[in-house]
């Protein structure tokens, strides 16, 4: 737990904030972001989570305000454009019922493993909340929140049932060079509400039970955005062999089992994750012996299984981000085309591929035509089955918030 009392406070005098007309323009269309250079004019320097009210140069109007975030060329976060508001404990309050009314449809969907909040496309910029069933995981990417997490907090118990509330860090926010999570207290996987769980998380997908470690697990411990992607897999895996790269804990081998698959292969380059996979295998009532799990690289497991003339009728490759910079990029390409290649070497004929991909500096159209070409230059026919994108709780607000891309293709020599 912590002492919110020592929590700095956000200043009680606003950042006054001038932009340049672009930005102007950005702004009134209701894009979340203020890059540090489009920013002409300011009335004072601020600290992280002071509010930024940006006001038109012409007439004055009010245009945003937002979280002030001085080590980010983000610089300003917007929570609300257009219209003032007050910013606090009641206004994310309404954020946060909207979020949750939007996730409405995933009940019927025997769905209790969630993302609650995908941070600016639900108002919240650089924060997300999952839930697993009753317990939320609340991830910041910034420390423009600390100054806020108290009325964030009392907001999410005013509109929000849960049990417990797990922090997560972002990989910067514990590294940064303030390192502002350590100065207040705060650590990544602490428990800030609610009482210690008995065990790990437990959630329901598309009527498949799973665990998650909160405090440990990547991200926030489960990969919620492949939802969609993981049912249809579903679909295509009856009374096939199933390989599944980047596995993690299973997400797509339980899937595939529930679907009839005759066997799967799971290769990921974590044992805690292989572990858990067979947890959340055996949770559901599926045979371990048709389960292998390889715990590798993946590059060098695909590779090793190409030598040994392995073959399956499906393969799935869920990498994680490999370019989210403009510098990664290029190595970035060459790792997808290799991954296809291998995909597709280790399939026989008539088998199914799933690729996808996280990266968002990599669009769809780029990541289509990367994979037909790779297909079609190693001698490979695909018959695209389909084009797939975002779950429904991860809603695309504003063109940077879409980044997940994936295919079904069918594969013949
Ligand atoms: N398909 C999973 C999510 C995959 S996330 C699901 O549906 O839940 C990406 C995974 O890639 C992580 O489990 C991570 O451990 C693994 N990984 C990252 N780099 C890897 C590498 N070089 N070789 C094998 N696994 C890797």
Redesign the pocket.
């Known amino acids: 737990m912590i002492d919110f009392e020592k929590l700095p406070a956000a200043a009680d005098k606003n950042i006054s904030v001038r932009v340049k007309s672009a930005a102007e323009r950005a702004l009134r269309q209701g894009h979340p972001w203020v890059y540090e250079d489009a920013i002409v004019k300011q009335s004072h320097l601020g600290n992280a989570g002071d509010l930024a009210v940006v006001y038109d140069r012409e007439k004055n109007n009010f245009l945003a305000v937002g979280l002030y975030d001085p080590l980010s060329p983000i610089r300003i976060k917007v929570l609300q454009s257009l219209q003032p508001k007050r910013i606090n404990r009641g206004f994310f309050a309404e954020k946060l019922k909207a979020a949750s009314m939007k996730r409405q449809p995933l009940i019927n969907q025997k769905t209790t493993g969630y993302r609650l909040v995908y941070g600016e496309s639900d108002g919240f910029p650089a924060l997300v909340v999952d839930r697993y069933g009753d317990a939320l995981a609340l991830k910041l990417y910034s420390s423009v929140w600390i100054p806020h997490l108290k009325a964030l907090l009392e907001a999410l118990g005013d509109t929000i049932s849960f049990d417990r509330l797990v922090l997560r860090l972002s990989r910067t926010l514990q590294t940064d060079r303030l390192n502002v999570g350590k100065l207040y207290g705060l650590n990544d996987g602490q428990r800030l509400l609610g009482d210690a769980a008995p065990g790990p998380a437990q959630f329901v997908e598309n009527g498949l039970l799973f665990q998650a470690d909160m405090a440990k697990g990547?991200k926030t411990g489960?990969?919620f955005d492949?939802r969609d992607n993981?049912l249809k897999a579903r679909e295509w895996a009856g009374g096939r062999r199933v390989l599944?790269?980047?596995?993690?804990?299973?997400?797509?081998s339980v899937n595939a089992l529930a679907g009839g698959a005759r066997s799967v292969t799971a290769?990921?380059?974590?044992a805690p994750?292989l572990e858990t996979l067979k947890v959340n295998v055996e949770n559901n009532g599926y045979d371990l012996a048709n389960v292998d799990v390889i715990a590798?690289?993946?590059?060098a497991?695909m590779w090793q299984m190409i030598e040994s003339k392995r073959k399956f009728n499906m393969v799935?490759v869920?990498?994680?981000a490999f370019a989210n910079s403009r510098a990664s990029m290029r190595k970035a390409v060459t790792a997808y085309r290799r991954l296809v290649e291998m995909a597709l070497r280790l399939l026989a004929n008539d088998g199914v591929l799933f690729m996808a991909s996280c990266s968002n500096r990599i669009d769809a159209e780029m990541f289509y035509e990367l994979v037909t070409r790779s297909a079609s230059v190693a001698g490979f026919k695909l018959d695209v089955l389909e084009k797939t994108g975002h779950a429904l709780d991860h809603p695309i607000g504003f063109p940077e918030a879409a980044y997940l891309k994936a295919i079904f293709a069918r594969v013949t020599k």
């Open positions: 990547h489960f990969f492949q993981r599944d790269v980047f596995s993690y804990t299973g997400g797509f290769l990921d380059a974590s994750a590798a690289d993946a590059f497991g799935v869920d990498p994680p």
